[in-house]
Each structure stands twice: as C-alpha cells, then as structure tokens.
Nanobody
C-alpha cells in the first residue's frame, strides 16, 4: 500500500521559512517523479514544484520561483520543500504526490498517489 505522509507545516510570520517533508512508503521511490501541490481556501489545487525521478530536473510555478526549493533523497524515500520569504498568499494545504508514468510531471492528472496534506499558514 502506497503511503505519502507530509509533515512540517505550521504557522509562520510573513518573511519566515518552513521546510516540508514527505515520507514515501510502499513504492520504489526512485521510479517516481514527485511534486508538491497546494490548495488555498476557495481555490483550485495548483502545482507548486516538481522534481524528476533522480532529482536532476525541477520545475517551479512562477509565484514561488526563487523562494522555494524542491529536493529529494532517494536513499531515504523522502521529498522536501524548503520555503522561504513566505507571504500570506502562500497559505494553503500542501500535498505531495507521486507520478510513475513520466520522468517529471506538471499536471495534476499525471500523478498517481497523493498524501493527506499539511497546513501552512502565513500571517501578515
């Protein structure tokens, strides 16, 4: 059974930083491209960042480029999202997801497995 478990969310002031983690089990982690998505209240879920199977390629949505860094440790079956210079617009539930079909994936429909999410709240 595939499990993706996010952690590291919380409440932070604007300008602060957080590091999200996603622990994967039940799958051969290095065979999956990974992504971080977020969903703010009243908005659709959107891709934040994605990373290729071996971590050589990354993609970021324009609004987080230069502030967020996605990384993975295939030896530990872990995915990370380092977030800095946070602002209230970053407030959302953040989800990690796994895609087995593509080397790197940017569309929500391309992902096979999803975590339950972790709440990130940025106060002004």
């Amino acid at each position: 059974q595939v499990q993706l478990v996010e952690s590291g969310g919380g409440l932070v002031q604007a300008g602060g930083s957080l590091r999200l983690s996603c622990a994967a089990s039940g799958l051969t982690f290095s065979n999956y491209a990974m992504g971080w998505f977020r969903q703010a209240p009243g908005k659709e879920r959107e891709l934040v960042a994605s990373i290729s199977k071996i971590g050589a390629g990354t993609y970021y949505v324009e609004s987080v480029r230069g502030r967020f860094t996605i990384s993975r440790d295939n030896a530990k079956n872990m995915l990370y999202l380092q977030m800095s210079s946070l602002n209230p617009e970053d407030t959302a539930v953040y989800y990690c997801a796994a895609c087995g079909q593509y080397i790197i994936a940017t569309a929500e429909s391309e992902y096979d497995y999803w975590g339950q999410g972790t709440q990130v709240t940025v106060s002004s």
